[in-house]
């Protein structure tokens, strides 16, 4: 059974750019979350998909965050405007439609100069 | 808000010691608990959920869970140098698919 994939591992780029992450979850597997986690923080709820619909927004996610789940398989993350702010890891994750264990990709490294 | 709270440590155990992690949650409703594993550099990794109050166990590691005082354990039995890493305690409310996470505990097995 092959785990949840991130791409890129890691992403250096300069305030003001703009960014694109994609996960791609286990098969079969209808729930896709993201997450972004700064060091000593536990991992912080960004947003949720069921299948291709984007059923949850956390509150502390700017107008420059979207993210999409076009086919109800892979979702891609985007980031505007980068900010220094923008710093850390981008993890992403994925249950089945049956349970609420989550399972976690190796995240994505981001450091905007 | 919902919060869940964990001792940021670190805990200093000796190899072959019981490790006990503890984590609190102020949600009542809350029905989904997990500990996840996470090396440094690293994601997280799952490595027990409990859903009813009691024990479960799953090889070295033993999950408590008590509803009532609102809080959740994480047992480590014949700790190694290799468990040393932060856990993380995640907690999910009724009529909702996100867990609240912890900061998280570092643990330290020394040899």
């Known amino acids: 059974d092959t785990g949840v994939s991130q791409n890129p591992r890691h992403k250096i780029t300069k305030r003001g750019q703009n960014v694109t992450f994609r996960c791609d979850p286990i098969s079969e597997h209808n729930r896709l979350y993201w997450y972004r986690q700064t060091l000593g923080q536990g991992p912080e709820f960004l947003t949720y998909?069921?299948?291709?619909?984007?059923?949850?927004k956390s509150r502390l996610l700017s107008d420059r965050f979207s993210a999409e789940r076009p086919k109800g398989s892979f979702s891609t993350l985007e980031i505007q405007r980068t900010e220094q702010g923008d710093s850390a890891m981008y993890l992403c994750?994925?249950?089945?439609?049956?349970?609420?264990?989550?399972?976690f990709g190796p995240g994505t490294r981001l450091t905007v100069t | 808000q919902k919060e869940v709270e964990q001792n940021s440590g670190p805990l200093s155990v000796p190899e072959g010691a019981i490790a006990s992690l503890n984590c609190t949650y102020s949600d009542r409703g809350s029905q989904s608990f997990f500990w996840y594993r996470q090396y440094s550099g690293k994601s997280p990794e799952l490595i027990m959920f409990?859903?009813?109050?009691g024990d479960k166990e799953d090889g070295r590691f033993t999950a408590q869970l008590n509803k009532a005082s609102q809080y959740v354990s994480l047992l480590i039995r014949d700790s190694q140098p290799s468990d040393s890493a932060t856990y993380l305690c995640a907690v999910r409310g009724g009529g909702s698919y996100i867990p609240t996470f912890g900061r998280g505990t570092s643990l330290i097995v020394h040899p």
């Open positions: 409990i859903y009813s109050n």
């Open positions: 994750a994925s249950s089945h439609g049956t349970g609420y264990e989550q399972y």
């Open positions: 998909f069921q299948n291709e619909a984007q059923l949850e």
